[in-house]
């Protein structure tokens, strides 16, 4: 299922994190070089690309702040420079500081909206062309229940994940065409993230009640997210994993 992503590049965002370093580990064992983007926790995105290089695959760790307007589009063209063309791109850096609707400010609102929405939206704008031109490509943002839901993080990350949604409505149909896909995964409580930092086997862990009585892993994230990126009769649609919390 997963043979044309044998000598693909890919461009993970948020890399240093649980949910995206088990995206990247997923896509080189599926065969793909892995450009990792960090903001923070450096020694986390080296880790991972030693587990990249491990499973005979390319890997490059690049420094990015994506609430900077320069750097998305920076990082896309490092990532070309350093393993070539970006086939997949995997939209995953995120960032939501918990806050009652009536204590977010000006300032959060915007540095949200920067990272989860316009990094995404300009690191795509600079990456789909030649994926057009080759007649192959794979973009996907990960998003939240949150875009769904409201959540419980606040407005400002439940909007700024809403909108990758209307983002990726917008993309895919137009590029549909050339063989480029569009999607966007909304995974929720999953363990083993700096959002939710908590024991998956402690059921008093759970800030929301889960139908299937626990929280996810990042591993199950990454092999719905390779599911996706391997399948090029998926687009413009928004796949939730969140253990039947919300029935969408």
Do not use: C
Request: net charge negative.
């Amino acid at each position: 299922m997963a043979e044309h992503l044998q000598g693909r590049n890919a461009l993970v965002t948020g890399a240093s994190g649980g949910i995206g370093g088990a995206i990247a580990r997923a896509l080189a064992a599926a065969g793909a070089d892995v450009v990792l983007t960090y903001a923070g926790h450096r020694e986390d995105a080296e880790s991972v690309a030693d587990d990249v290089r491990a499973l005979g695959r390319r890997a490059v760790t690049l420094h990015a702040d994506l609430a900077d307007r320069e750097s998305p589009v920076e990082a896309v063209r490092q990532a070309r420079a350093a393993l070539g063309a970006v086939d997949v791109l995997v939209a995953n850096a995120g960032t939501g500081r918990q806050l009652p609707w009536d204590e977010v400010d000006p300032d959060t609102w915007e540095q949200t909206m920067a990272v989860n929405l316009r990094a995404p939206w300009l690191m795509t704008r600079e990456a789909l062309p030649e994926m057009v031109a080759r007649g192959f490509g794979r973009v996907l943002f990960v998003s939240s229940v949150a875009a769904l839901t409201g959540g419980v993080v606040g407005p400002h990350y439940a909007a700024s994940k809403a909108g990758l949604h209307g983002l990726m409505h917008h993309l895919a149909p137009r590029v549909a065409g050339d063989g480029v896909t569009v999607t966007t995964i909304a995974p929720a409580l999953v363990a083993g993230t700096r959002i939710l930092p908590v024991d998956p086997a402690d059921p008093d862990a759970m800030p929301l009640p889960v139908p299937v009585g626990r929280l996810g892993t990042t591993e199950e994230v990454a092999a719905m997210a390779l599911a996706m990126l391997t399948n090029g009769y998926l687009t413009d649609k928004v796949v939730t994993l969140d253990g039947g919390l919300h029935p969408a």
